[in-house]
């Protein structure tokens, strides 16, 4: 029947529909939320990798301390940070591992959420190649971690201040999660953060088998 065929097209054609720059120009962990089920996709040499997000944390810029923003901090490794919401902010940490976040909220401002793990849904293979992974996967191998996440979309900062509206980085519709699934519980490695360090600002599909270690245990549902 033609109408089944054509309703499936529209509705996987909706699913890597960008996001509008609207979604990102609020505030950060309130797009942290709405990120998860979403697709990231690269392209990349004619082939398109994708990942459904599954975990995310939101940094809330210059009262944060755990954010590179904390205190107004502003140099030229960071200035993609300060972007209107929309744009790609991509850094290193351990002198080895590069981090892919999206900005948010309005300019000048230095929120972004942390892009922490991801469900490969399309280019498996080229994430195994790019991870440099023999084993067949187990949920989490490939992207299972912000540093894993871009070495398997081959992300680095030739991709800091792009925008995340098109090639060859962008973000789709994909498949909302559900407020009911949705755990929100204190960031990884921001303990010298202070108080801050206990912010509610990881968020992650409940019980999903691809979110990075250690799992989250606290259960927070919007408008709690």
């Known amino acids: 029947m033609p109408w ?8 996987r054609v909706s699913r890597f529909r960008p996001l509008p720059v609207s979604f990102y120009r609020r505030p950060a962990e309130t797009v942290a939320r709405d990120l998860l089920g979403r697709y ?29 923003a904390w205190g107004g901090r502003r140099t030229a490794r960071n200035e993609s940070l300060y972007l209107a919401g929309g744009y790609a902010y991509v850094y290193m940490i351990y002198g080895m ?17 942390l892009l922490r793990a991801g469900e490969p849904v399309e280019g498996e293979e080229r994430m195994r190649e790019n991870r440099r992974w023999a084993r067949v996967p187990k949920p989490g191998d490939l992207a299972g971690g912000p540093g894993k996440l871009c070495q398997a979309l081959t992300i680095g900062r030739e991709l800091d201040g792009v925008p995340l509206g098109q090639p060859p980085l962008y973000i789709t ?29 990881r968020f992650s599909v409940r019980g999903h088998l691809h979110v990075s270690r250690p799992r989250p245990v606290t259960t927070v549902t919007p408008n709690s």
């Open 4 to 11: 089944i065929r054509n309703d499936s097209v529209r509705s």
């Open 97 to 113: 591992h590069f981090c892919l976040n999206a900005v948010t909220g309005e300019a000048d401002v230095g929120s972004a959420v």
């Open 40 to 68: 990231l996709v690269r392209e990349l040499d004619g082939e398109r990798l994708v990942l459904r997000l599954v975990e995310t944390e939101a940094y809330l810029g210059a009262s944060d301390r755990a954010s590179h």
């Open 173 to 201: 519709k994909g498949e909302p999660v559900a407020d009911t699934e949705i755990v929100a519980s204190p960031r990884i490695g921001v303990d010298y953060a202070e108080e801050a360090a206990l912010w509610p600002l």
